[in-house]
T-cell receptor, first 109, second 116 residues
Framework: GQQLNQSPQSMFIQEGEDVSMNCTSS?????WLWYKQDPGEGPVLLIA?????ELTSNGRLTAQFGITRKDSFLNISASIPSDVGIYFC?????????FGKGITLSVRP | DAGITQSPRHKVTETGTPVTLRCHQT?????MYWYRQDPGHGLRLIHY???????DKGEVSDGYSVSRSKTEDFLLTLESATSSQTSVYFC???????????????FGEGSWLTVV
């Protein structure tokens, strides 16, 4: 079946630093979505990407839909303590969504 | 929050008992989903619905059934709960648009189920 690869499992950065996360697959997707999940909460949509090559920003977050349609990345600039959480990528084909296993981001003050 | 409400938010039940989780949406979306989230596995699709009385299985559907008798409600039932079904369950809806843009999936706040 389709799988999305996110690594590493955890990332530790200093407040103020930029961080980049990749999501790769051997399958092609029509939509890429990036979510953030805080403890005890549901995933919250950060950015949605609909076309190959699309680059979209949401405040300090920037994400791109890979040209091959098999990957996407998320950048967070000037990190702050509230950026702590689990970041999931998801790829959609037709009505089904496939999720990566997430990257836990820690931000040191 | 895309108007999604899950109930109950927390439940402890005994092995072998039936359990029903409810997902309610207020925005008339056609597609609704049930996922479970477990450490090391991430989010996995249990069942989804593409309309009233129209449902299909996901990757981990064994031991679960669903029903959608109204657009706004999507019910997930564990006929006889087992300890392996202890998990966090998330309902999701898919918005729709004329083009690909607008087809985005939003999640509810989750239902924590413990089977003892």
């Amino acid at each position: 079946g389709q799988q999305l690869n996110q690594s590493p499992q955890s990332m530790f950065i200093q407040e103020g630093e930029d961080v980049s996360m990749n999501c790769t697959s051997s399958s092609i997707f029509n939509t890429w979505l990036w979510y953030k999940q805080d403890p005890g909460e549901g995933p919250v949509l950060l950015i949605a990407l609909y076309k190959a090559g699309e680059l979209t920003s949401n405040g300090r977050l920037t994400a791109q839909f890979g040209i091959t349609r098999k990957d996407s990345f998320l950048n967070i600039s000037a990190s702050i303590p509230s950026d702590v959480g689990i970041y999931f990528c998801a790829g959609r084909v037709n009505s089904k969504l496939t999720f990566g296993k997430g990257i836990t981001l820690s931000v040191r003050p | 929050d895309a108007g999604i409400t899950q109930s109950p938010r927390h439940k402890v039940t005994e092995t072998g008992t039936p359990v029903t989780l409810r997902c309610h949406q207020t925005e008339n979306h056609r597609y609704m989903y049930w996922y479970r989230q477990d450490p090391g596995h991430g989010l996995r699709l249990i069942h989804y619905s593409y309309g009233v009385k129209d449902t299909d299985k996901g990757e981990v559907s064994d031991g679960y059934s669903v029903s959608r008798s109204k657009t706004e409600d999507f019910l997930l039932t564990l006929e006889s709960a087992t300890s392996s079904q202890t998990s966090v369950y998330f309902c999701a809806i898919r918005t729709s648009g004329r083009a690909a843009a607008g087809n985005t999936i939003y999640f509810g706040e989750g239902s924590w189920l413990t089977v003892v």
